[in-house]
């Protein structure tokens, strides 16, 4: 099992291509699990999920049962092998969906038993063999503060042609090496003519390009339609594609 996380700053295209590696897993014949764990949940409609579950968080006792005891203590190992049949949906593809969830109230403020459950949820799952789990993060690096991609094999970090993306990047890298994260590839998204500039930048931070998808309208079409980008086609796809080549996920 490996389980890859998509990270980035906001907007460069982390649900994208989240979504459409998810699709293009399942295609290739492996069980693939998708977690939106981006409090604004819009992973669904990438992956041409029409009814998506309902997030975990909104399952209150659940999750106080599982990952808080009495006292709000959080427990360690809270049971969650039966979290993916439980509150899934399965999709196209037969790609499964789980929605972490957001919490309710403003103001409260912690979503520290929500984490602290994702933690355990990747730690613990029990999935089928050739089976990958995809997470779609929250932008920036406020997730890397709360670890909950402890624990991941993968983190790839997209980034677009401008410089504040490839700083989210450096940061992004810098964090989660303090959580012992050790395989890191960045992805350049939306790519027109400054490819080799953006690759200079990110080589200096230490960041290795695992790929480049060009910048494609189609793209932009689907999020308006609402649906997956991954049956129309086109240059981004092929570049997706690409990429998974490229990671070399084993099958066994
Ligand atoms: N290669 C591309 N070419 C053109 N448009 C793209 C490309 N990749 C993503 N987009 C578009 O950019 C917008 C943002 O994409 P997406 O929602 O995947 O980003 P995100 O990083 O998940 O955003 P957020 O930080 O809000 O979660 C969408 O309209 C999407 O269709
Ligand atoms: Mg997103």
Partial sequence: MIKIAISGKGGVGKTTL???LSRLLARKGYDVLAIDADPSMNLAS???????????????????ERAGGPAGVFRLNPKVDDIVEKF???????????????????GSGCMCPASSFLKALLRHVIL??????????????????????KGIDIMLIVVEP???SIETAGRIVELAQQIDIRRFGAIINKAGKQVKEIEDRLNDLGIEVAGVIPYDASLVQADMDNTSPVDKGGAAIEAMEKILEKLQIRKE
Avoid: Q, Y
């Fill in 18 to 20: 989240a979504g459409t």
């Fill in 46 to 64: 990438a992956l041409g999920i029409r009814n998506p579950p309902k997030p975990l968080t909104e399952f209150r006792e659940l999750i106080d």
């Fill in 88 to 106: 899934g949906v399965i999709g196209p593809d037969n790609v499964k969906l789980l929605v972490l969830g957001t919490v309710e109230r403003g």
């Fill in 128 to 149: 089928k063999m050739n089976s990958v789990v995809i997470l779609d993060m929250e932008a920036g690096v406020e997730h890397l503060g709360r670890g909950t991609t």
């Fill in 162 to 164: 401008g410089a504040r």
